[in-house]
Protein backbone atom coordinates (compact mmCIF):
# COMPACT_ATOMS: atom_id res chain seq x y z
CA UNK A 1 0.00 0.00 0.00
CA UNK A 2 0.70 3.93 0.67
CA UNK A 3 1.06 6.08 3.10
CA UNK A 4 2.25 9.62 3.68
CA UNK A 5 2.83 11.38 6.25
CA UNK A 6 3.10 15.43 6.90
CA UNK A 7 2.34 17.84 9.53
CA UNK A 8 -0.89 18.41 10.80
CA UNK A 9 -0.90 22.32 11.26
CA UNK A 10 1.87 24.84 11.08
CA UNK A 11 1.63 28.58 12.22
CA UNK A 12 3.70 31.45 10.57
CA UNK A 13 3.95 34.95 10.03
CA UNK A 14 2.92 37.15 6.99
CA UNK A 15 6.09 37.68 4.87
CA UNK A 16 8.00 34.65 6.85
CA UNK A 17 9.22 31.67 5.22
CA UNK A 18 7.07 28.09 5.68
CA UNK A 19 8.52 24.98 4.78
CA UNK A 20 5.77 22.03 4.81
CA UNK A 21 7.64 18.27 4.81
CA UNK A 22 6.82 15.04 3.36
CA UNK A 23 7.61 11.52 3.90
CA UNK A 24 6.02 8.64 1.55
CA UNK A 25 6.05 5.04 1.26
CA UNK A 26 4.83 3.19 -1.76
CA UNK A 27 6.49 0.57 -4.02
CA UNK A 28 5.16 2.21 -7.02
CA UNK A 29 6.30 5.63 -6.83
CA UNK A 30 6.44 8.47 -9.61
CA UNK A 31 6.08 11.30 -8.50
CA UNK A 32 5.16 13.67 -5.60
CA UNK A 33 2.57 16.35 -6.14
CA UNK A 34 1.46 19.08 -3.95
CA UNK A 35 -1.92 20.56 -3.87
CA UNK A 36 -3.94 23.32 -1.78
CA UNK A 37 -7.16 23.40 -0.67
CA UNK A 38 -8.81 26.93 1.07
CA UNK A 39 -12.13 25.90 2.65
CA UNK A 40 -14.94 25.17 1.15
CA UNK A 41 -13.15 25.01 -2.00
CA UNK A 42 -11.36 21.88 -4.43
CA UNK A 43 -8.05 21.16 -4.25
CA UNK A 44 -5.64 23.23 -7.13
CA UNK A 45 -2.34 21.45 -8.02
CA UNK A 46 0.91 23.83 -7.02
CA UNK A 47 4.15 21.51 -8.37
CA UNK A 48 5.31 18.04 -8.79
CA UNK A 49 8.61 16.55 -8.87
CA UNK A 50 9.45 13.47 -10.67
CA UNK A 51 13.42 13.78 -10.20
CA UNK A 52 15.55 15.07 -7.04
CA UNK A 53 16.07 18.42 -6.88
CA UNK A 54 14.20 21.50 -6.45
CA UNK A 55 11.38 22.91 -8.37
CA UNK A 56 10.57 26.49 -8.24
CA UNK A 57 7.11 28.16 -9.49
CA UNK A 58 7.30 31.77 -8.43
CA UNK A 59 6.88 32.20 -4.53
CA UNK A 60 6.10 28.31 -4.55
CA UNK A 61 9.47 25.63 -4.47
CA UNK A 62 9.27 22.02 -4.14
CA UNK A 63 11.84 19.40 -3.61
CA UNK A 64 12.12 16.12 -3.80
CA UNK A 65 14.73 13.20 -2.54
CA UNK A 66 13.74 10.00 -3.75
CA UNK A 67 16.21 8.02 -2.42
CA UNK A 68 14.82 9.24 1.26
CA UNK A 69 11.22 9.01 0.31
CA UNK A 70 11.08 12.72 1.21
CA UNK A 71 10.00 16.41 -0.21
CA UNK A 72 8.83 19.85 0.91
CA UNK A 73 6.88 22.29 -0.10
CA UNK A 74 8.71 25.65 0.79
CA UNK A 75 6.25 29.25 0.88
CA UNK A 76 8.34 32.52 0.75
CA UNK A 77 7.02 35.98 1.21
CA UNK A 78 3.69 34.40 3.05
CA UNK A 79 1.19 36.16 2.00
CA UNK A 80 -2.70 36.00 4.05
CA UNK A 81 -4.13 34.55 1.63
CA UNK A 82 -1.94 31.42 1.54
CA UNK A 83 -3.63 30.47 4.73
CA UNK A 84 -5.47 27.05 3.36
CA UNK A 85 -4.45 23.22 3.35
CA UNK A 86 -1.19 21.77 1.56
CA UNK A 87 -1.63 18.34 0.65
CA UNK A 88 1.48 15.97 -0.86
CA UNK A 89 0.16 13.67 -2.82
CA UNK A 90 1.94 10.13 -4.35
CA UNK A 91 1.67 9.86 -7.97
CA UNK A 92 2.20 5.61 -8.12
CA UNK A 93 2.06 3.47 -10.99
CA UNK A 94 1.07 0.12 -9.09
CA UNK A 95 -1.93 -1.47 -11.20
CA UNK A 96 -1.99 2.31 -13.16
CA UNK A 97 -1.35 5.43 -12.37
CA UNK A 98 -3.20 6.97 -9.45
CA UNK A 99 -2.80 9.93 -6.72
CA UNK A 100 -3.13 9.04 -3.32
CA UNK A 101 -3.14 12.27 -0.72
CA UNK A 102 -1.69 12.67 2.05
CA UNK A 103 -3.67 13.87 5.41
CA UNK A 104 -2.96 17.68 4.90
CA UNK A 105 -1.25 20.21 6.66
CA UNK A 106 -3.17 23.25 7.59
CA UNK A 107 -1.17 26.32 7.70
CA UNK A 108 -2.39 29.99 9.42
CA UNK A 109 -0.49 32.96 8.32
CA UNK A 110 -0.81 35.34 10.84
CA UNK A 111 -0.40 39.42 10.62
CA UNK B 1 -12.31 24.36 -21.83
CA UNK B 2 -14.74 24.56 -18.62
CA UNK B 3 -12.86 22.14 -16.28
CA UNK B 4 -14.16 19.06 -14.47
CA UNK B 5 -18.22 19.82 -13.84
CA UNK B 6 -19.74 17.88 -11.40
CA UNK B 7 -23.40 17.93 -10.18
CA UNK B 8 -25.05 18.44 -8.03
CA UNK B 9 -23.22 20.71 -5.99
CA UNK B 10 -24.84 20.23 -2.49
CA UNK B 11 -27.00 17.26 -1.96
CA UNK B 12 -29.23 16.36 1.32
CA UNK B 13 -31.38 13.20 1.10
CA UNK B 14 -33.03 10.95 3.98
CA UNK B 15 -30.96 7.72 4.62
CA UNK B 16 -31.65 4.74 2.66
CA UNK B 17 -32.76 7.01 -0.84
CA UNK B 18 -30.78 6.38 -3.45
CA UNK B 19 -27.49 9.54 -4.46
CA UNK B 20 -26.38 10.12 -7.83
CA UNK B 21 -23.61 12.19 -8.36
CA UNK B 22 -22.26 13.28 -12.26
CA UNK B 23 -18.93 14.25 -13.41
CA UNK B 24 -17.93 15.69 -16.87
CA UNK B 25 -14.13 15.27 -16.85
CA UNK B 26 -11.89 18.17 -19.17
CA UNK B 27 -12.42 16.85 -22.84
CA UNK B 28 -9.15 14.46 -23.66
CA UNK B 29 -8.45 13.06 -20.50
CA UNK B 30 -8.15 9.64 -20.50
CA UNK B 31 -7.96 9.16 -16.14
CA UNK B 32 -11.08 10.02 -13.88
CA UNK B 33 -10.65 10.16 -10.04
CA UNK B 34 -13.38 9.81 -7.32
CA UNK B 35 -12.08 10.98 -4.00
CA UNK B 36 -14.32 11.46 -0.78
CA UNK B 37 -13.22 13.93 1.80
CA UNK B 38 -14.02 14.03 5.25
CA UNK B 39 -12.60 15.86 8.27
CA UNK B 40 -12.02 12.29 9.99
CA UNK B 41 -10.51 10.24 7.06
CA UNK B 42 -8.95 13.39 4.85
CA UNK B 43 -9.30 12.79 1.01
CA UNK B 44 -9.62 9.28 0.11
CA UNK B 45 -9.24 7.73 -3.43
CA UNK B 46 -12.58 5.88 -4.03
CA UNK B 47 -12.21 4.48 -8.05
CA UNK B 48 -10.69 5.37 -11.03
CA UNK B 49 -10.56 5.11 -14.11
CA UNK B 50 -8.38 4.82 -17.57
CA UNK B 51 -10.04 5.25 -21.02
CA UNK B 52 -13.36 4.31 -18.99
CA UNK B 53 -12.42 1.06 -18.06
CA UNK B 54 -12.42 0.63 -13.95
CA UNK B 55 -8.89 0.33 -13.12
CA UNK B 56 -8.23 0.46 -9.15
CA UNK B 57 -12.26 0.41 -6.59
CA UNK B 58 -10.35 -1.08 -3.94
CA UNK B 59 -11.16 2.15 -2.18
CA UNK B 60 -15.21 1.80 -2.35
CA UNK B 61 -16.07 1.30 1.00
CA UNK B 62 -19.17 -0.66 0.70
CA UNK B 63 -21.15 -2.61 -1.60
CA UNK B 64 -23.38 0.37 -1.16
CA UNK B 65 -21.13 2.28 -3.61
CA UNK B 66 -20.98 1.66 -7.54
CA UNK B 67 -19.48 4.11 -9.95
CA UNK B 68 -19.57 4.03 -14.27
CA UNK B 69 -18.46 5.75 -16.63
CA UNK B 70 -20.58 4.47 -20.24
CA UNK B 71 -18.44 7.47 -22.35
CA UNK B 72 -15.30 9.66 -21.70
CA UNK B 73 -17.31 12.60 -20.91
CA UNK B 74 -19.53 11.39 -18.38
CA UNK B 75 -19.04 9.25 -15.19
CA UNK B 76 -21.45 8.72 -11.65
CA UNK B 77 -21.18 7.42 -8.36
CA UNK B 78 -24.32 5.84 -7.09
CA UNK B 79 -24.84 5.29 -3.39
CA UNK B 80 -27.73 2.78 -2.46
CA UNK B 81 -29.48 2.99 0.07
CA UNK B 82 -27.62 5.97 1.49
CA UNK B 83 -26.53 6.29 5.24
CA UNK B 84 -25.59 9.29 7.44
CA UNK B 85 -21.85 8.11 7.33
CA UNK B 86 -22.02 8.26 3.38
CA UNK B 87 -21.75 12.24 4.57
CA UNK B 88 -18.95 14.07 2.98
CA UNK B 89 -17.65 16.43 0.30
CA UNK B 90 -17.28 14.22 -2.98
CA UNK B 91 -14.75 15.08 -5.80
CA UNK B 92 -14.23 14.07 -9.29
CA UNK B 93 -10.96 14.86 -11.06
CA UNK B 94 -9.46 13.99 -14.40
CA UNK B 95 -5.35 13.78 -15.88
CA UNK B 96 -3.92 12.74 -18.93
CA UNK B 97 -1.58 9.59 -18.05
CA UNK B 98 1.64 11.71 -18.15
CA UNK B 99 0.48 14.10 -16.71
CA UNK B 100 1.50 15.53 -13.26
CA UNK B 101 -1.61 17.58 -12.58
CA UNK B 102 -4.94 16.51 -11.42
CA UNK B 103 -7.58 18.15 -11.97
CA UNK B 104 -10.54 18.73 -9.45
CA UNK B 105 -14.49 19.78 -9.82
CA UNK B 106 -15.93 21.63 -7.31
CA UNK B 107 -17.13 18.75 -5.49
CA UNK B 108 -20.70 17.51 -4.14
CA UNK B 109 -21.74 18.05 -0.42
CA UNK B 110 -23.85 15.20 0.43
CA UNK B 111 -25.22 15.35 3.87
CA UNK B 112 -27.30 12.03 4.54
CA UNK B 113 -29.97 13.01 7.82
Known amino acids: GQSLEQPSEVTAVEGAIVQINCTYQ??????LSWYQQHDGGAPTFLSYNALDGLEETGRFSSFLSRSDSYGYLLLQELQMKDSASYFCAVRDNTGGFKTIFGAGTRLFVKA | DAGVIQSPRHEVTEMGQEVTLRCKPISGHDYLFWYRQTMMRGLELLIY????????DSGMPEDRFSAKMPNASFSTLKIQPSEPRDSAVYFC???????????FGQGTRLTVV
Open chain 2, 93 to 103: ASSTLGGAEAF
Open chain 2, 49 to 56: FNNNVPID
Open chain 1, 26 to 31: TSGFYG
